[in-house]
């Protein structure tokens, strides 16, 4: 028998730094397939390298890049056993549209995860059991979804509220495919990492900032300790008792905005989400 064979699959997206690069070298070896995807081809490429991870780059921006990225995974694997949807940051909701004409907060942070998630659902569905983490934010507690306002047109959009907005959302997606996707084995949890000394921010002038300066050693914790509630999660797998839960760190039940349990926001959020990619 070969014994290193793999038998398991888990995909990570944002592998190509931060939380989710640490999750990729903790949760590599030879029996795992692991898939990584980030929008730097270099810097994915080096954690490839490190891992054996089979690498494919796509910016979140463009939703046509989403359905690419999902085209070629589903390609390369017979079913996903583990989905860390974690690539995401914090942009400027003022200065640029995404290439789909969306608020960049809301495409990149909820609605491109939504779209490549569902365009895995066959692969995820494949085995006995799947899991799919959510990386989402105590900033959560900061946002307030509008779903006749998800592009921010209506509202004045600021930063920590528009990226608030796309954490929330992330739990909202979380207790939708908890509640839609039980059937077919598929069980969901979201986590917030804590405040982690990452890239973060780079993609904002201003959190990029606060990130920056040598207070980060006091305010942020490592990477390494960032990923720790992601690699837990992956290690666990579908275990039905955290679906629908969101984790603040190893904390279920974490601190969340009280539109997060909403039962009619949770649905419409996935039909409205559905709506604008076209699912
Ligand atoms: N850091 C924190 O304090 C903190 C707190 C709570 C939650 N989070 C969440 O944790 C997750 C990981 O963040 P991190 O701290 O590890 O940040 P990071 O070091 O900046 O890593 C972010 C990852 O997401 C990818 N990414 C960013 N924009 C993308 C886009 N448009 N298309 C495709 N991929 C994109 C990056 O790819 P490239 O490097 O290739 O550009 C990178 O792999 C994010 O969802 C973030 O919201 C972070």
Not at 29 to 54: C, E, P, Y
Request: with cysteine; hydrophobic share 40%.
């Amino acid at each position: 028998m070969n014994t290193s064979a793999p038998n398991k699959t888990i995909v990570i997206t944002g592998a190509s730094d931060g939380i989710g690069a640490v999750a990729a070298r903790a949760l590599a070896g030879a029996d795992v397939n692991l898939v990584i995807t980030g929008r730097s081809a270099d810097k994915l490429d080096a954690v490839a390298q490190a891992t054996g991870a089979t690498a494919f780059t796509a910016d979140f921006a463009k939703l046509d890049d989403v359905r690419d990225l999902a085209e070629q995974i589903a390609r390369h694997v017979d079913g996903i056993d583990v989905l860390l949807n974690n690539a995401g940051g914090t942009f400027e909701p003022n200065k640029l549209r995404t290439v789909d004409g969306h608020e960049p907060n809301f495409q990149i942070g909820h609605l491109s995860p939504f779209l490549l998630t569902n365009l895995l659902h066959p692969p995820l569905a494949a085995d006995d059991g799947a899991l799919v983490v959510n990386t989402s934010s105590i900033a959560n507690l900061v946002g307030h979804v509008d779903l006749d306002d998800l592009d921010w047109t209506r509202r004045r959009a600021f930063q920590t509220r528009c990226y608030g907005t796309a954490k929330l959302e992330n739990i909202l997606f979380t207790r939708g495919i908890a509640k839609r996707w039980a059937d077919d084995g598929i069980v969901s949890a979201a986590v917030h990492p804590g405040p982690v000394g990452s890239s973060f921010g780079r993609d904002s002038f201003f959190v990029g900032l606060a990130y920056r300066t040598p207070l980060r050693r006091f305010a942020t914790i490592t990477p390494e300790k960032g990923a720790e509630p992601l690699i837990s999660l992956a290690q666990r797998g579908a275990d039905p008792a955290v679906n629908g839960v969101y984790f603040e760190r190893h904390k279920p039940n974490g601190r969340e905005s009280r539109q997060a349990h909403d039962p009619a926001l949770i649905d419409g959020l996935w039909t409205r989400s559905a709506q604008l990619v076209g699912l």
